[in-house]
Protein backbone atom coordinates (compact mmCIF):
# COMPACT_ATOMS: atom_id res chain seq x y z
CA UNK A 1 0.00 0.00 0.00
CA UNK A 2 3.01 2.12 0.79
CA UNK A 3 4.18 2.49 -3.15
CA UNK A 4 1.32 3.94 -4.49
CA UNK A 5 1.60 6.69 -1.96
CA UNK A 6 4.95 7.48 -3.21
CA UNK A 7 4.19 7.22 -6.61
CA UNK A 8 1.24 9.72 -6.24
CA UNK A 9 3.29 11.95 -4.29
CA UNK A 10 6.06 11.95 -7.04
CA UNK A 11 3.41 12.23 -9.58
CA UNK A 12 2.25 15.31 -7.67
CA UNK A 13 5.59 16.73 -7.22
CA UNK A 14 6.28 16.95 -10.99
CA UNK A 15 2.68 18.45 -12.13
CA UNK A 16 3.66 21.04 -9.32
CA UNK A 17 6.98 21.38 -10.67
CA UNK A 18 5.44 21.81 -14.28
CA UNK A 19 3.33 24.38 -13.35
CA UNK A 20 5.64 26.36 -11.32
CA UNK A 21 8.10 26.42 -14.62
CA UNK A 22 5.20 27.52 -16.65
CA UNK A 23 4.68 30.56 -14.58
CA UNK A 24 8.36 31.64 -14.77
CA UNK A 25 9.56 34.24 -17.45
CA UNK A 26 12.78 34.36 -18.33
CA UNK A 27 15.25 36.22 -20.74
CA UNK A 28 18.50 35.70 -21.91
CA UNK A 29 21.03 38.72 -21.78
CA UNK A 30 24.20 38.47 -23.87
CA UNK A 31 26.81 40.25 -20.99
CA UNK A 32 29.66 42.22 -22.10
CA UNK A 33 31.88 44.22 -19.68
CA UNK A 34 34.30 43.73 -16.50
CA UNK A 35 32.35 44.95 -13.59
CA UNK A 36 31.27 41.33 -12.47
CA UNK A 37 34.98 39.91 -13.58
CA UNK A 38 35.76 36.80 -12.73
CA UNK A 39 32.58 35.78 -12.01
CA UNK A 40 31.19 36.36 -15.42
CA UNK A 41 33.31 37.18 -18.63
CA UNK A 42 32.07 39.27 -21.76
CA UNK A 43 30.05 36.67 -23.97
CA UNK A 44 28.37 34.98 -21.41
CA UNK A 45 25.14 34.00 -21.93
CA UNK A 46 22.95 34.83 -18.51
CA UNK A 47 19.33 33.57 -18.05
CA UNK A 48 17.68 36.09 -16.07
CA UNK A 49 14.57 35.26 -14.07
CA UNK A 50 12.08 37.99 -14.78
CA UNK A 51 10.88 39.92 -12.01
CA UNK A 52 11.62 41.82 -8.63
CA UNK A 53 10.92 41.98 -5.19
CA UNK A 54 12.89 38.50 -3.37
CA UNK A 55 16.37 40.32 -3.83
CA UNK A 56 18.54 38.92 -1.35
CA UNK A 57 22.46 39.31 -0.79
CA UNK A 58 24.54 37.95 -2.89
CA UNK A 59 21.90 37.83 -5.86
CA UNK A 60 23.37 39.03 -9.44
CA UNK A 61 20.93 41.49 -10.56
CA UNK A 62 20.61 42.86 -14.00
CA UNK A 63 18.73 46.23 -13.90
CA UNK A 64 18.17 49.97 -15.21
CA UNK A 65 20.65 52.04 -13.97
CA UNK A 66 18.89 54.88 -12.59
CA UNK A 67 19.03 58.31 -13.92
CA UNK A 68 19.65 56.87 -17.41
CA UNK A 69 17.46 55.85 -20.74
CA UNK A 70 15.71 52.21 -20.01
CA UNK A 71 17.91 50.62 -22.60
CA UNK A 72 21.24 51.30 -20.59
CA UNK A 73 21.31 47.94 -18.24
CA UNK A 74 23.91 46.48 -15.77
CA UNK A 75 24.58 43.66 -13.47
CA UNK A 76 26.02 43.58 -10.41
CA UNK A 77 25.86 41.98 -6.91
CA UNK A 78 23.52 42.69 -3.96
CA UNK A 79 25.23 43.52 -1.26
CA UNK A 80 22.45 45.14 0.86
CA UNK A 81 19.13 44.72 1.51
CA UNK A 82 16.05 47.09 2.94
CA UNK A 83 17.56 48.10 6.46
CA UNK A 84 21.28 46.97 5.81
CA UNK A 85 23.98 49.71 6.82
CA UNK A 86 26.71 49.86 4.47
CA UNK A 87 29.34 51.94 4.26
CA UNK A 88 32.99 52.37 2.80
CA UNK A 89 36.00 53.09 4.70
CA UNK A 90 39.50 53.13 3.48
CA UNK A 91 38.52 50.80 0.38
CA UNK A 92 36.52 48.35 2.54
CA UNK A 93 33.26 47.55 2.18
CA UNK A 94 30.89 46.80 5.57
CA UNK A 95 27.39 45.42 5.68
CA UNK A 96 25.87 46.14 8.88
CA UNK A 97 29.64 46.56 10.46
CA UNK A 98 31.04 43.44 9.03
CA UNK A 99 33.35 43.48 5.96
CA UNK A 100 32.59 42.20 2.84
CA UNK A 101 34.99 39.37 1.81
CA UNK A 102 36.93 41.61 -0.78
CA UNK A 103 38.64 44.79 -0.31
CA UNK A 104 38.18 47.79 -2.55
CA UNK A 105 41.22 48.76 -1.73
CA UNK A 106 42.96 45.71 -2.92
CA UNK A 107 41.77 46.53 -6.61
CA UNK A 108 43.91 49.55 -7.49
CA UNK A 109 41.54 51.95 -7.70
CA UNK A 110 42.24 55.79 -8.10
CA UNK A 111 40.38 57.28 -4.41
CA UNK A 112 40.66 60.63 -6.47
CA UNK A 113 37.14 61.66 -8.60
CA UNK A 114 37.77 60.93 -12.44
CA UNK A 115 35.32 60.90 -15.52
CA UNK A 116 33.64 57.97 -15.59
CA UNK A 117 31.64 56.71 -19.35
CA UNK A 118 28.61 54.49 -19.21
CA UNK A 119 28.18 53.02 -22.33
CA UNK A 120 27.41 56.22 -24.83
CA UNK A 121 24.81 57.54 -23.03
CA UNK A 122 26.03 59.83 -20.31
CA UNK A 123 29.26 60.65 -18.31
CA UNK A 124 29.50 60.53 -14.38
CA UNK A 125 31.24 61.71 -12.05
CA UNK A 126 33.53 58.93 -10.25
CA UNK A 127 33.77 59.93 -6.66
CA UNK A 128 36.56 59.32 -4.39
CA UNK A 129 35.20 55.86 -3.12
CA UNK A 130 34.11 56.43 0.50
CA UNK A 131 30.57 56.06 1.47
CA UNK A 132 29.46 57.33 4.96
CA UNK A 133 27.12 54.97 6.77
CA UNK A 134 23.90 54.81 4.58
CA UNK A 135 20.70 52.84 5.92
CA UNK A 136 19.40 51.13 2.45
CA UNK A 137 15.74 52.39 2.09
CA UNK A 138 12.50 49.78 1.72
CA UNK A 139 11.82 48.83 -1.48
CA UNK A 140 15.97 49.57 -2.18
CA UNK A 141 19.30 47.13 -2.08
CA UNK A 142 22.52 48.53 -2.89
CA UNK A 143 24.87 46.50 -5.45
CA UNK A 144 28.37 46.64 -5.87
CA UNK A 145 30.27 44.38 -8.54
CA UNK A 146 32.62 41.28 -7.94
CA UNK A 147 35.00 43.95 -10.00
CA UNK A 148 34.66 46.73 -8.34
CA UNK A 149 37.50 49.07 -9.80
CA UNK A 150 35.73 48.33 -13.54
CA UNK A 151 31.96 48.88 -11.74
CA UNK A 152 29.45 51.92 -11.89
CA UNK A 153 27.18 50.63 -8.98
CA UNK A 154 25.31 51.97 -5.86
CA UNK A 155 28.62 53.08 -4.52
CA UNK A 156 28.48 56.31 -6.48
CA UNK A 157 24.11 56.74 -7.25
CA UNK A 158 23.34 54.82 -4.10
CA UNK A 159 20.70 52.78 -3.21
CA UNK A 160 18.93 50.79 -6.36
CA UNK A 161 15.23 51.00 -6.56
CA UNK A 162 13.59 47.58 -6.71
CA UNK A 163 11.43 48.67 -9.64
CA UNK A 164 14.99 49.47 -11.67
CA UNK A 165 15.33 45.72 -11.77
CA UNK A 166 14.74 43.50 -14.56
CA UNK A 167 15.21 40.03 -13.11
CA UNK A 168 18.03 38.03 -11.08
CA UNK A 169 20.55 35.71 -12.66
CA UNK A 170 19.66 31.91 -12.50
CA UNK A 171 22.16 30.79 -14.63
CA UNK A 172 25.08 31.40 -16.76
CA UNK A 173 25.37 29.77 -20.21
CA UNK A 174 27.33 30.29 -23.50
CA UNK A 175 30.94 30.64 -22.31
CA UNK A 176 32.42 31.19 -25.17
CA UNK A 177 29.34 32.92 -27.39
CA UNK A 178 31.14 34.58 -30.38
Known sequence: MRYPIRVLVLVMGLFGCMSCRNDVKTHIYHYSGRAMSPTLSTNDGLVVK???????RGDIVVFHIPGLAASNLSVTRVVGVENDVIDVISGRLRVNGK???YSL???????????YRIGNEKTLQKPAIEVCPIIVPGRHVF???????SSCDSRYW???PITNIVGHIIDITGRSWQ
Open 105 to 115: AQTNISLETEA
Open 143 to 149: VVGDNPS
Open 50 to 56: VGNGWEC
Open 158 to 160: GPL
Open 99 to 101: EIN
